[in-house]
């Protein structure tokens, strides 16, 4: 467990320590300060050159994060490499959409404005993977925002370390990252084996379920790295929901799929020819299980139980990593057969590539018609999005809303598919799918 | 019990003094805590409703989100954070909200490692006191 290294035995390049002594700035300055005393905290023995990096910091969460980015823009900060920004804490597109005070408002602005000014590429989105460049297999890039961290290791292959806010803009700026953890392939082999090969092949390959799935996985594996052993037919989309459920439930950064993630062609390549630490079978009980621990609506009937419930919902949230094309094509059928009652809110999150692409094929309009609001740049978890005061029930087919929603927002939550979703909100009441489970 | 004292390393040095908050179970501090009461409000979670403000918090490590770092800033800034934090396992986004601390504010928890053993054997409520060299002495 120990760290062997402190920040004084860190081994800095000449740059590295130019950089320390204010010869790029004070912002650079202290950038790699920070750094340094991170890599000390690892145990990293050096910094290595990062390509790439994403940006969670611009999220206003109090004046401090300000505090900080004020600091490193009166310093002089520039990013010295590609940096995409996260979601930030409004819709700059659509202000009329922000439902908080004032003030909290122009200091989420200000934020984000620091960012911008710092050179990042503003796409504000928590799904910077869904726009392109994307980073390459085994390229070193600096991430955070945790459903990103997981989606670049795990489905892309690139590698970053599970990166909190500050240390991703510190890389950004000196262009560099401690040379630990995920970063070095030797940190990269799966630990812990989740077997799902005695699930009924309907439930292996149903996409709604992934986010339960992900989320046991990330209640039991914890901080160590799982392989995903039987999983079938599962989409970009479906590895996103799986990847962010795992990521709020464990401190999960990276993931391997046997036959479908890059690093697990086989169990033996996903464990580096090790034996496991430990081998989990997942049966339909542990499924049920985990669909459970995502809702916490007082008195909700099991998930994938039939027929209708007397369980109000008064939100219906989507886009947790923020919806896809893909995703949009999906439920557009869906709402125009089922549209919200007038008393239920309907929101999907999303970015503004996909937006974007609703417009130019007129399906915003239809959305919009249909009572259902599409947000960009930031999400219902992280900003006064929702008009429905808090108290009441929330209905969502993300892990990641349904981990999140009771604690930032204040509201129960309901747990189910995207079908489930649109026809509980069409009814006022939750629906439930009587042909989900076989 | 008598007094113990153990020897924890240091990821972020400081010398602070409170009651032990022991959390089984790991906590993100983003969507798990609130910044402004220093309450935990994470709905799952077996602790919800206590607060960590000038609590020695014995975690085994965080979780979830990578905006705990920001929320551990926040509660620095508005003197609702734990007085220290010591952790079982190593949690770079904890200790990485501590150095910003510093950075900025010139004050921040300590963030201790320490080996499991001795880890296990903090007890809920005991009075504890971290010192700069990483030193935790537990009053009996």
Redesign the interface.
Known sequence: ???ANTPETVELTERDRAMLEGDFGEAAA?AM??LV??AG???AERLLDIEGAHI??C?Y?????V??AE?LVAGGARVSVPTTLNVGGLDLLHPEEFAGTAERRAKALRLMECYEEMGCRTIWTCAPYQTTPRPAFGQQVAW???NA?VFANSVLGART????????ICAAITGRAPAVGLHLEENRRAQVVFDLRSLPHALRSASWLLPAIGYLV?ERC??RIPVLLGLERVDEDGLKALGAAA?????VALFHAVGITPEAPTLEAALGRAEPEEWIEVGVSDLRDGLR?LS?APGEAEAGAAGSVELAIDVVALGSPHFSPREFAELMPLVERHPPAGGVEFVVCTNRLSLGELERTGKLEQLRAHGVRVVVDTCV?VAPILRTPAGGVLMTNSGKFA??A???VGFDVVFGSLAECVRSAHGGRLWRDPELWP | MSAVELKA?A??AGAAVGKVLRLEE?L?F???VD?VSGTI????HPRCGESVAGRVLVM????????????L??G???GTAPAAVVLR?????L???A???R???EQSPP?L?L??ADWEVLPEGAEAAVEVSGRLRIAG
């Open positions: 467990m120990a760290a202290v300060r920070i005393t991170m905290v690892y145990g969670d910091g999220l969460h109090g004046d401090s994060g505090d900080f600091l955070a925002e945790s961290i370390h599970r990166y909190g806010d500050f240390i991703d990330g914890g901080n990521a709020s439930s464990g401190a621990s916490t978890v981990h999140y009771p604690g930032n | 390393q990821l972020v790991p993100s983003w969507g798990g910044p409000i994470d709905r799952r085994p490590y965080g979780r979830g989100s990578s905006s705990s770092s920001s929320v800033l926040e620095v800034r508005l396992e190593l949690d770079g986004i200790a990485l909200g150095a910003v601390a950075e900025l504010y963030v490692l080996a499991p």
